[in-house]
């Protein structure tokens, strides 16, 4: 069974980080893209980073760009959002989603419907 396995969320002001965590189990880690995307409150779901774990090559949200950081350790078979600088409006409930190399292109990588697999949400909550 594919399983993902998101964590690391919690409340932390305005300027400070988290760090989250997405461990995925019952696939062959580098031949997935895994992203993260987050949700808040009344509004959809939107992409936020995705990484090629083939090609190590990494896409941001323009949202985030500059703030995010995403990276894995294959190691482990996880995959980590380094969050810095967090807003409030950062505030959401955050997914690992994962499928399989040669389905998602950057073009369509912040496009839920394209990923098979889903991780349980964590949510962050940045006060001001």
């Known amino acids: 069974d594919v399983q993902l396995q998101a964590s690391g969320g919690g409340l932390v002001q305005a300027g400070g980080s988290l760090r989250l965590s997405c461990a995925v189990s019952?696939?062959?880690?580098?031949?997935?893209?895994i992203g993260w995307f987050r949700q808040a409150p009344g509004k959809e779901r939107e992409g936020v980073s995705y990484?090629?774990?083939?090609?190590?090559?990494?896409v941001y949200a323009a949202s985030v760009e500059g703030r995010f950081t995403i990276s894995s350790d294959n190691a482990k078979n996880t995959v980590y959002l380094q969050m810095d600088s967090l807003k409030p409006e950062d505030t959401a409930l955050y997914y690992c989603?994962?499928?399989?190399?040669?389905?998602?292109?950057?073009?369509?990588?912040?496009?839920?419907?394209?990923?098979?697999?889903w991780g349980q949400g964590t949510q962050v909550t940045v006060s001001s």
């Open positions: 989603a994962a499928d399989p190399l040669g389905t998602i292109i950057p073009a369509v990588a912040f496009l839920s419907s394209y990923y098979d697999y």
């Open positions: 990484i090629n774990m083939q090609t190590g090559s990494t």
């Open positions: 019952g696939f062959t880690f580098n031949e997935y893209v």
